[in-house]
């Protein structure tokens, strides 16, 4: 049970759940009706084999860097609660969930799951070479919309990709917001991060401008998909949160930075996932 706990900690199980409401998002929209049980079952275990992959290769390829930085010196890996080779072996088995999960959707997202792979590993080299990595991870998560998207239409549309967008810039503003408290160590080990590059003040901009993105793109969604007025309501709401994230968050004051990247982020994706569902089925 304590090696389970490690192994949860870790992969921040609770962050895999919160992303998922833009995944099934993408699933109902995709018909903009009800997926089947089946369906929603493999594209959840699709998600989670990604997810945990993804943020086990994040671990491993960073280990040098976490075990260097106060902040997440004691984070599993680092503290060496968990070995490296286990947790290969979690990453292998993950993919193998992924790869299984997608061949239970349909053909395309079987073909199409090693490219989310490549993605999401690649994510974890960027912050050598560019301070562009966080809106990288943006996009690497926003292919979760997407992705559900091909899983219950087994086709390639162009309509999925505006949500992903969405949830692109969600995730980079957020993770800019995080990032302004590695300003030092970043700089220090030559490390590329937005706030690295522009400072605390410089990088709350630029997530402001990542968050007002998602916001446009979530607008955008709605237009081209003609729902209606209970999905605007959500992105209100959803906009209203993301602003007060900003209010609660300023240059010089970073001591509320996780309540506003991690506690009420995840509501973003909740209520326009439940606002959407009144529109689709009112």
Known sequence: MTKLKDVLDMVDFGHTLFGLPF???????????????????WITLAMVGARTAALCLNRLIDLDIDRANPRTAEW????????????????????????????????????????????LWMYSYTKRFTWWCHLILGLAIGIGPVGAWIAITGT?????FILGMAVACWIAGFDTMYACQDIVFDRQHNLYSIPARFGEEGALIFSAGFHVGTVFFLVLTGIILKLG??????????????LYEH????????????????????????????????????
């Open 76 to 119: 599993v890996l680092p503290a060496k609660k968990l070995s490296p080779q286990k947790v290969w072996i979690l990453v292998f088995l993950s993919l193998a969930l992924l790869l299984f999960s997608a061949a239970q959707l349909n053909p395309l997202c079987l073909k199409l799951s090693p490219l989310a792979v490549v993605v």
């Open 229 to 242: 007025l209970f999905y605007y309501t959500g992105v209100l709401l959803a906009a209203i949160i993301l």
């Open 23 to 41: 995944a099934y998002l993408g699933a109902f929209l995709a018909i903009k009706g009800m997926p089947t049980l089946s369906q929603l079952i």
């Open 156 to 160: 390639f549309d162009w309509q999925p």
């Open 247 to 282: 209010v609660i968050v300023k240059p010089g004051d970073l001591s509320r930075v996780n309540f506003a990247s991690f506690k009420i982020n995840r509501y973003v994706g909740l209520l326009i996932f439940i606002t959407t569902l009144i529109d689709i089925f009112s």
